[in-house]
């Protein structure tokens, strides 16, 4: 069953804009917005994997810190907040990688910048999992060859390989 086929029980859980006071429990909590939250995060990301990780994300934040905000005034909006912010944190993080990796070509024109981004993206995009793991670790995160042999368990003649074999094919994409 897709994102948006999930069955939704009218009446199920409070009015689109209602106020949960004092929830009895966290489950309970979760199964009245699970879905509504799940939903708006995909109208934010786009994408149902992206989504329900945000979601995911959202919801043990809540759980961990649900002593708290059980009892706030309007709990359903620290969880959307909460969601919200997590979303800006991962868009800021992808933005400051990118521009490290273009780096900070064309300042004065934001539409060549925007240009140079969604390329580098499609670019990214066209490489293997593996390769754009290391091309991220060492040109995004400056993890050096050997941090980013320990981290993807492999050999630092390996993440030399692929950060080469991902460069070559990011070129390949770039100059089309």
């Known amino acids: 069953m897709g994102l948006m086929d999930t069955p939704v029980a009218s009446g199920s859980g409070p ?6 006071e004092h929830p009895v429990s966290f489950e309970l909590f979760f199964a009245e917005q699970q879905v509504r939250l799940l939903r708006a995060s995909f109208v934010l990301t786009g994408n149902p994997q992206e989504a329900e990780e945000l979601t995911q ?8 810190r649900w002593d708290r905000v059980a009892v706030m005034k309007d709990p359903i ?10 979303q800006r944190s991962k868009r800021r993080m992808l933005q400051r ?6 780096g900070g070509a064309n300042d004065g024109d934001a539409f060549a910048v ?3 981004r969604d390329a580098m993206a499609r670019a990214l995009a066209h490489l293997s999992p593996r390769q754009r793991a290391a091309i991220v670790l ?5 993890f050096g060859t ?3 042999a ?27």
């Open 138 to 142: 060492t040109s995004m995160l400056g």
């Open 15 to 20: 009015p689109r804009h209602a106020r949960v």
């Open 150 to 176: 320990r981290i993807l368990d492999v050999r630092p003649a390996t993440v030399r390989s692929l950060t080469s074999q991902g460069r070559a094919a990011m070129r390949e994409v770039l100059d089309r």
């Open 77 to 86: 909006g620290y969880l959307y907040r909460t969601a919200l912010n997590r």
């Open 97 to 102: 990688a990118a521009k490290c990796l273009v």
């Open 114 to 116: 925007a240009d140079e």
């Open 57 to 64: 994300e959202a919801f043990l934040s809540v759980w961990e």
């Open 146 to 148: 050997e941090e980013a």
